[in-house]
């Protein structure tokens, strides 16, 4: 597969997977089965998508994530807004939890998504705000 599909595939794939805070380095294929599974992209999907499982820890969370080209603020900010433009609230929810913990205030998210409801449409937006509605009562 060229380099560029790839890559584009990939990020698409970490786009959706960025759902997934918090998670720590996976185990290699061997000691998945001498240890519990510890990181969340584990405890989702380890049984069933072991691959899948470690690609989101070492290459998303261990690698992406941890790249000084953007604070997490920063990669927090840039992936509320993508999981807004893209519908996906399971992810969103997880996102906006991490985005505060990352230092985004309440106020930005809310300006985040306002902002995006004229860029990936109202619907969006609209659902964007009852769940971070949700999180913000946690």
Known sequence: ??????????LSIGI???????IACAQTANAQKDKPMTSRAQQLMGDTAPKLAELTDD?????????????????SLVTISALIALNRPDQLKS???LG????????????TITHMAFY???????????????????
Do not use: C
């Open 95 to 97: 996102h906006v939890r």
């Open 16 to 22: 959706v997977l960025a759902a997934l805070p918090g």
């Open 100 to 111: 505060l913990q990352n230092g985004l205030t309440k106020d930005e998210i809310v300006e």
């Open 59 to 75: 290459v998303l969370y261990k690698d992406i994530w941890e790249r000084p080209g953007l604070s997490k603020r920063d990669r």
């Open 120 to 138: 990936s449409g109202w619907p969006s937006a609209v659902s964007s705000v009852a769940i971070a509605k949700e999180v913000f009562a946690e």
């Open 1 to 10: 597969m060229p380099r560029n599909l790839f890559l584009n595939a990939f």
